[in-house]
Structures are given as structure tokens and as C-alpha cells.
């Protein structure tokens, strides 16, 4: 596709449910980003993947968040055991490596928990 | 360690008034520094990016910046608001990448940019 894609766009879930959310990055682009934006906040890094390095995941927030790339491409965030405070809006972003290249930016899974 | 403070979480101007927001930065190393842009219930556009070329860089919709290493700041301008300009302003900033590698972007906690007609 055109640009970085995620999906679902919305999801509402159960206090106590896993989730899995997806980000198709930009073909080509080798290092993909989560973030996650809570109501009013700022971006919250979680984790990066570049290549195939070992992933960055010094942002997750527990152990209950974990993050995969299959292939060298998709990527799945999982949230397992979801609680209240989980309700943000997580965004995907991917970029090439190299000096001063930017990151493009998915429009974001809405996550709630209920 | 780099970091990223942008003075003032809401802005507002007047159509057609200067847009003034406001980032500066800590960085242990020379940055790249970013504003990105995010409309309601959209995700980040870049608006322009500095890397260590012009210190005056331009970008989309008007927009522009000044890297002022002295003051360690990456202020953000637009000399005349229009409506459409009403969206949330992050400042952000990547240490240079090594060759062949990427680092992850440090963001500020963003600005609210509110026109008024």
C-alpha cells in the first residue's frame, strides 16, 4: 500500500481480554515503531524494530505487552490481560534507516477496555 | 539521553495572526529534530525536518522552523493562521543515526493549536 495501515481502527474489549493489533508498514521500510497515545498525553514509545535486529522493547509498559514482525514486514502488538488503564490510541509508524529519515505514521488503533 | 519540552500545551491565535509554537530540546549528540502534525482522529504527518543543513527549514502548508543550536530550540512559525491550521503540533527529535541504523523518535507532549475566527 501507499502508506503505513492498521487495523482495526476501533476496538472495545473486555477487562481481562487479550488484543492483537496490526500495522502493515510501508514496503521497503525496515525499522517500524509503536507508540501510544493516551487521552491528552503525549507519544509513548513502546518499541522498535529494525531489521533483524533484536527489537528495542526498553518502552513496553509490562509484561503484558508484547510486540512481533513476521517476515521482516507486519507487525502484531499484543495486550494480554487488558485493563482499563490500556485505553489509548496506539500508532504504528515505519521509516528507513539512515540519517535524519522520518517516520510515517498510521492513523492509529483506538483501543478501549470496559 | 535526549529529550524534548514544547512550552505550552494549548495555543490559540487569531485567523490570519502569527503561529508561534514553541520545542526545545536535549540532545548529547547533534539531533535531527521533527514537527509532526496530527489532525483529529488521524495519525502524524510530517510537517518539515531538520538535519543538520539550513537552519531555517520549510515546510508543508507554510509552516517553517529555526534551529538555533545557542538555545538548544526548533520554534515553530507561520506567519498568518488559517482555520485549517487548528490540529495538535509534536516536536520531535532522533539522535544521529549511526550509519545503517535508526533510532526511535523522542516526542514532545504536543501543542493544541486553536484559531479563531
Known amino acids: 500500500g501507499a502508506g503505513v495501515s492498521q487495523s482495526p481502527s476501533n476496538k472495545v474489549t473486555e477487562k481481562g481480554k487479550d488484543v492483537e493489533l496490526r500495522c502493515d508498514p510501508i514496503s521497503g521500510h525496515t525499522a517500524l515503531y509503536w507508540y501510544r497515545q493516551s487521552l491528552g498525553q503525549g507519544l509513548e514509545f513502546l518499541i522498535y524494530f529494525q531489521g533483524n535486529s533484536a527489537p528495542d522493547k526498553s518502552g513496553l509498559p509490562s509484561d503484558r505487552f508484547s510486540a512481533e514482525r513476521t517476515g521482516g514486514s507486519v507487525s502484531t502488538l499484543t495486550i494480554q490481560r487488558t485493563q482499563q488503564e490500556d485505553s489509548a490510541v496506539y500508532l504504528c509508524?515505519?521509516?528507513?534507516?539512515?540519517?535524519?529519515?522520518?517516520?510515517?505514521f498510521g492513523q492509529g488503533t483506538r483501543l478501549t477496555v470496559v | 539521553a535526549q529529550s524534548v519540552t514544547q512550552l505550552g500545551s494549548h495555543v490559540s491565535v487569531s485567523e490570519g495572526a502569527l503561529v508561534l509554537l514553541r520545542c526545545n530540546y536535549s540532545?548529547?549528540?547533534?539531533?535531527?529534530l521533527f514537527w509532526y502534525v496530527q489532525y483529529p482522529n488521524q495519525g502524524l504527518q510530517l510537517l518539515l525536518k531538520y538535519t543538520s543543513a539550513a537552519t531555517l527549514v520549510k515546510g508543508i502548508n507554510g509552516f517553517e522552523a529555526e534551529f538555533k543550536k545557542s538555545e538548544t530550540s526548533f520554534h515553530l512559525t507561520k506567519p498568518s493562521a488559517h482555520m485549517s491550521d487548528a490540529a495538535e503540533y509534536f516536536c520531535?527529535?532522533?539522535?544521529?543515526?549511526?550509519?545503517?541504523?535508526?533510532?526511535?523518535?523522542?516526542f514532545g507532549s504536543g501543542t493544541q493549536l486553536t484559531v479563531l475566527p
Open positions: 509508524a515505519s521509516s528507513l534507516i539512515g540519517y535524519g529519515t522520518e517516520a510515517f
Open positions: 520531535a527529535v532522533s539522535d544521529q543515526a549511526r550509519q545503517g541504523s535508526a533510532r526511535q523518535l523522542t
Open positions: 540532545s548529547s549528540v547533534p539531533p535531527y
